[in-house]
């Protein structure tokens, strides 16, 4: 069975190596030099500013990597545009509750960042999201750039009680910002804190007010993923090692303690910005543990089992991009087991039968199960534990005294759907 099961994930980790399935798109990507390129740059479904962009010329050619400074621009042929830009971002902009300053206070230092490009016209309206809020940025003519972001701070009430208070008086901002454009002025005094709002905000100025009177190029309609969510899901295969007590107290130091092979499916439902994925799991596989049966009157019955334990998982996981083509996986989730046709076997004392024994499995301890992998295109690999419950004490039910180890292989079946149709591609 083993030597079968290895010769299967040589297999799949052959085919995975060999087999392209990233997200790369038609697009066009301007060096800092001002070359141009065309070709497929990989789309990461950002939503704080790229680290790096890969780009490639054609589908069969290898990535070129190119890091934030080495970028002047890049857009998709039908998704998003980004420009390289040193914009001031005021850093105690806040909404995380955990987080929130004391006070509405400014810390506002300049970053060179990759900020998406929402309109790009005269006056342009650039987004930068960072882990405590979204900034929106202004740039115009013969103006400073003007940074928007909802913001929240801790105050103190007049009864004396800490209270969450708003700080984002952004349409106070916009009036002094356009003190000389009426018509920016009028579409500032009733625009929600929305991309579309302060869009149109920005386009009043260009048409009404600039030189030009031109409305800027409007990105919006494609400033977001093509799906709010995406689907993705494989076959998995791998070895688990139980090292578990016996859960009715057989006496034996380990009621398992071997490797087992197991197989399933899983899934990913991938969140906007294609990071955060919620996970699910239904796999297969064999275990033995034993257990006792105290009749009184001193005699005891000590047993053997084996069976089938399947077993459902379900969690987060975070997918952080690597170079090369890489992610790194960390996960966190809960399992619920089932066994499925166990044997039993008498092995001191009087023979019982199975509605005498106990023929369970371990429990999961309240704490979740941790896992960490790499994956590279169709093919990731994944080394996860779990605690489980040795007695009915509430702190080992807590932390626990047994332990699952599984590594694993997945290899994701079906196209990526977040991918673009192909279109012939060049480069000038």
Known sequence: MLPRLLFLLTGFLFFALNTSAQTFEPGLLVRSNGDTLRGEIENGFWNE????VRFRPTADSPAQQFEPA?????NFTDGRHFRYETLPIDQAAETRLSRLPRGNATNVKSEALLAEVLVDGPCSLLRVATLGTVHYLLRCPGRDVLDLSERKYLSTSTEG????ADGNNYRSQLNLYFLTCPAARKAAETAAFTTAALAAVVQAYNQQCDATHQLGRNWLAKSGPRRQVSLQGGVL?????????SPTGSGSDCAD???HPFAGLYADLFLPGRTTAAYGELSGSRFRSSGVVDYGVFQTS???YEGWLATARIGIRRFILMPHEQQLIIGIGYELNRVWRPTLTSTSGPVISSSEANL???TPTLLPNVALGWRNRRFTISLDGQLYQSTDDQLRSLFGKGIGVRLSTAYRL???????????TGKH
């Open 161 to 164: 009680t800490t209270v969450i």
């Open 237 to 245: 295969a791998g070895l688990r090692y139980n090292m578990l007590d």
């Open 49 to 52: 500013p790229p680290t790096f």
């Open 414 to 424: 079906g196209r990526n759907y977040d991918a673009a149709p192909r279109q012939p």
């Open 257 to 259: 303690c071997q490797m």
């Open 70 to 74: 080495e970028v002047r621009a890049f």
């Open 302 to 304: 000590y047993y053997d």
């Open 360 to 362: 369970t499995f371990a």
